[in-house]
Nanobody, 124 residues
Framework: QGQLVESGGGSVQAGGSLRLSCVVS????????MGWFRQAPGKEREGVAG???????TYADSVKGRFTISKDTAQNILYLQMNSLKPEDTAMYYC??????????????????WGRGTQVTVSS
């Protein structure tokens, strides 16, 4: 049974930084992409950043230059480094896995597996 477990969320002031982690276990796909998504109350879930098994990365325009997605393949951990945080970044953040997808994508409809999320709150 596969699992995605996020951690690292918290409350910070605007301009601060957080690093989210997602421990991946129990999946046996040779090719897959991973991504970070977020959902604020009353809003749809949106893609934040994705990383492909081919090493490619992609970001939402709203986070480009501020967020960095990376992964430790040996440890099976996905990261999201978030700098220069803004109040509009406040949301529940989820990591997700898309089997058989080699290139980075933030299209949530190709992601089959999701973690339970970690809350990020940015105050002004």
């Amino acid at each position: 049974q596969g699992q995605l477990v996020e951690s690292g969320g918290g409350s910070v002031q605007a301009g601060g930084s957080l690093r989210l982690s997602c421990v991946v276990s129990g999946y046996a796909y040779n090719t897959y992409s991973m991504g970070w998504f977020r959902q604020a109350p009353g809003k749809e879930r949106e893609g934040v950043a994705g990383i492909g098994s081919d090493g490619s990365t992609t970001y939402a325009d709203s986070v480009k230059g501020r967020f960095t997605i990376s992964k430790d393949t040996a440890q099976n951990i996905l990261y999201l480094q978030m700098n220069s945080l803004k109040p509009e970044d406040t949301a529940m953040y989820y990591c997700a896995l898309a089997p058989y997808i080699s290139s980075a994508t933030v299209n949530r409809y190709v992601y089959n597996y999701w973690g339970r999320g970690t809350q990020v709150t940015v105050s002004s």
